[in-house]
């Protein structure tokens, strides 16, 4: 059942004591698609009516909490990740960290499975665009198509932020008028200039997001789980996949080169840069986001057919 906020939000007991939330949009009985977030983004982050309109242009969609965000189970350990780490992490030295994107993965999988879904098409975006990399590269078998937005390889020296952006990541003002300014702040700072967001939607879509439940420590280990990420170039460089790469030019959070390294590493990649793009997911873009989408899967099909 849909309501005008979405649809009725489920809860996925997965191996290793994890519990994820997610929702469905559309016909079960359509290409699967799976929506995942990046750092600290509870699915609401994916817009109803995006979601609405790829169910139209013929997708079950999928999204749903990454593990220690919104609904979803929290780090068990409750640990913090102090800002000194985090820096530590930044420059490249060894940093241990709580989970790994990896373990973001193998949750994406498990949702799969318990959705009873043998193979998704998946759109990544930022954290999220790493996670569904390393998900098509640990279970090939589950992934019949990837579309990586804004995000990056893991390999130093590409799809880098600035560096002034790294102490804002981490949630300081207390109280939900605290995180509002954040995200408004945020938005100007690493969203996408040709394509502003009205700042009515920007302090709704925190308060949503609020109410579903922030917590700066969770953010800080997600963040700490992308600083030690692995360079995936070479594992990137044996995916079978139709897999596409889309990357704004003006964006702060993740460096273009990611995009561009991303696109390079993944053979017969379709990479569409955008001038005016930031990190964010406008509306004014999302016919083209969607029919890159529907293009990188009908790929996959074409591919089944052929074979």
Not at 71 to 77: A, D, G, V, Y
């Amino acid at each position: 059942m849909t309501t005008a906020a979405g649809p009725t939000e489920s809860t996925a007991f997965l191996p290793g004591g994890v519990e994820l939330a997610y929702d469905t949009f559309g016909d079960p009985g359509a290409d699967p698609l799976l929506l995942i977030m990046g750092l600290g983004g509870p699915l609401t982050w994916w817009d109803v009516r995006l979601c609405e309109q790829l169910t139209q242009a013929g997708f079950y969609v999928i999204r749903y909490d990454n593990r220690d965000i919104g609904r979803s189970s929290p780090h068990p350990s409750d640990e913090r990740i102090t800002l000194a780490r985090l820096a530590r992490a930044f420059v490249g030295l060894p940093t241990p960290s709580p989970y790994a994107l990896t373990d973001l993965a193998d949750d994406a999988a498990a949702l799969l499975t318990h959705l009873g879904i043998e193979s998704a098409h998946v759109w990544g975006v930022s954290m999220g665009g790493m996670i569904a990399q390393t998900l098509a590269i640990r279970h090939p078998e589950r992934v019949r198509s990837v579309c990586s937005t804004m995000s990056t390889t893991g390999r130093r020296g590409v799809g880098f932020q600035h560096p002034t952006l790294l102490p804002a990541l981490v949630i300081k003002k207390p109280g939900l008028e605290g995180y509002i300014e954040r995200q408004i702040k945020g938005g100007l700072q690493i969203g996408s200039p040709a394509y502003p967001e009205p700042e009515h939607e920007v302090r709704q879509r925190a308060i949503d997001t609020w109410n579903r439940g922030v917590d700066a420590a969770a953010v800080a280990r997600q963040m700490l789980a992308i600083l030690t990420q692995p360079d995936r170039t070479e594992d990137l460089g044996r995916l079978k996949v139709p897999f596409s790469v889309i990357h704004g030019l003006t964006d702060k959070m993740v460096h273009v080169s990611g995009g561009r390294a991303t696109a390079a590493a993944v053979p017969g990649s379709e990479l569409t840069l955008i001038k005016g793009m930031g990190h964010d997911l406008p509306q004014g873009l999302w016919p083209t986001f969607i029919k890159i989408v529907r293009r990188t899967a009908d790929r996959a099909a074409d591919r089944t057919v052929t074979a």
